[in-house]
């Protein structure tokens, strides 16, 4: 154990943000940690456009489904998957882009995912708090739209960033043993597991709720992949270039 | 400026690894501080596979296009974007999966790459080196039978971990200014950085390889995306059950 490993054991999302600004230069070496991450081939797949302007923040807010912590956080960053910048200095170099590979497409994520991660845990290690924004998928086109957003780039997720107002509990994590296999893939640890951790997280939203919400994790699970989830993202990914072949 | 953004600024992958064994409680502790990661509506849709045999280790050297630190590092992980597990939670709730959906996959692929950064940095801050192996998409059907992964399971990629046994520099990134935007997407930060920055990366390759290799940032990225990639990811993944809408 040391102070790294205590911070990302601390984290929980923070949606209540106090009025106090984060420096740009604060911003800008968050954002250099995330380029600091490792990045497949050194594509650095990643564009971050950072959000001041008060009446976009609210739009943006709005579109994400109502967050709005998207408006009153300190910081709004609107993460890119961004292949449009390796295909400029591809064509630079006389090269020809290759559209909608899904490896191209998966690279592009998982760097931006990696990115932002290191963003993250530099932005806690400040005292500053973090929300990520998957809610910016519920229009991606009318972000894209926003933000001019050109072929070969999309938003994955925003993150709003901000010195926290609020203190929420760590939310428990299902059992080690159902994450952590060893040689080979095992369902048979989810039956234990995910039970108990059913229980877990009832208990968990029961307390936080003062008995209102009364909700298991698998009962979420239905929720979430027992209906079809932005049914738009497979036609909106392939207009804009991606996941073609 | 902190000790934990220090740590995430001196990133390097490490492709050589001491013998010095890895203990079985620092693992379990790095793969916690993963799930201890944001997760999309907490699907945690993260599992992780221990490979400790030696004779999986070099067939999965040898699948990653003969990677030989796959074999050699302390501890070897394979990150799997597992849908699986909320389908068993949602059917036993009775729940329908809807399966292949692309917003699933990217949920998946994110909560992935979210955790298993932050069992990187977890691992920095204890001196571990490591280094990440998308190798493992050369042949993910291969690497799949191999670990027994159901429908609905992909390998993302691999992890190296593992006491350093050699110490290379930072490898330098795009200018900020090419990455981090505000308001708007302009592709018009491209022309000067990127040419600032393939000269900075020739400098490096030459320094390194002692002038051995002579390669532009561009020019990777013409090798990269200026030409089919992966091509059999796609098939692959609908074959698995991922992105079918």
Redesign the interface.
């Known amino acids: 154990?040391?102070?790294?490993?205590e911070?990302?054991?601390?984290?929980r999302?923070i949606r209540k943000f106090s009025e106090k600004p984060i420096d740009q230069s604060v911003?800008?070496?968050l954002?250099?940690?995330g380029?600091?991450?490792?990045t497949?081939?050194?594509?650095?797949a990643?564009?971050?456009?950072?959000?001041?302007?008060t009446e976009?923040r609210h739009k943006l807010a709005e579109l994400a489904g109502g967050q709005p912590y998207v408006a009153s956080c300190g910081a709004f960053l609107v993460y890119?998957a961004d292949?449009?910048?390796?295909?400029?200095?591809?064509q630079?170099?006389?090269?020809?882009?290759?559209p909608g590979?899904?490896?191209?497409f998966?690279?592009a994520?998982?760097d931006?995912?990696?990115a932002?991660?290191?963003t993250?845990?530099?932005a806690e290690?400040?005292g500053l708090g973090?929300c990520?924004i998957?809610g910016l998928?519920n229009n991606p086109a009318a972000v894209s739209a926003l933000?001019?957003?050109?072929d070969q780039?999309y938003p994955?997720?925003g993150l709003c960033l901000g010195y926290p107002d609020q203190d929420p509990e760590?939310?428990p994590?299902?059992p080690?043993d159902?994450?952590?296999?060893?040689?080979?893939?095992?369902?048979g640890v989810?039956d234990s597991n995910?039970n108990a951790y059913?229980e877990t997280?009832r208990d968990y939203y029961l307390t936080r709720t003062g008995g209102n919400k009364d909700s298991s994790?698998?009962?979420?699970?239905?929720a979430?992949?027992?209906?079809?989830?932005?049914?738009h993202?497979?036609g909106f990914?392939k207009e804009r270039g991606f996941?073609l072949?």
Not at 46 to 53: A, C, D, L, M, S
Not at 217 to 222: D, G, P, R, V
């Open positions: 154990m040391n102070s790294t490993i911070l990302l054991q601390s984290h999302s911003v800008n070496q954002v250099n940690c380029q600091c991450a490792a497949s081939s050194n594509v650095q990643v564009t971050v456009i950072q959000i001041h302007e976009t890119c292949l449009n910048r390796p295909k400029f200095a591809c630079q170099q006389g090269g020809e882009f290759a590979m899904t490896e191209h998966i690279i994520t998982v931006v995912a990696l932002a991660q290191n993250v845990v530099a290690s400040l973090i990520y998957g998928r933000l001019d957003l050109p780039v994955v997720f760590v939310k994590r299902m080690l159902a994450v952590l296999m060893h040689e080979h893939y095992d369902s989810f995910v059913d997280v994790w698998s009962q979420e699970m239905k979430l992949v027992g209906k079809e989830s932005r049914p993202m497979d990914l996941l072949k």
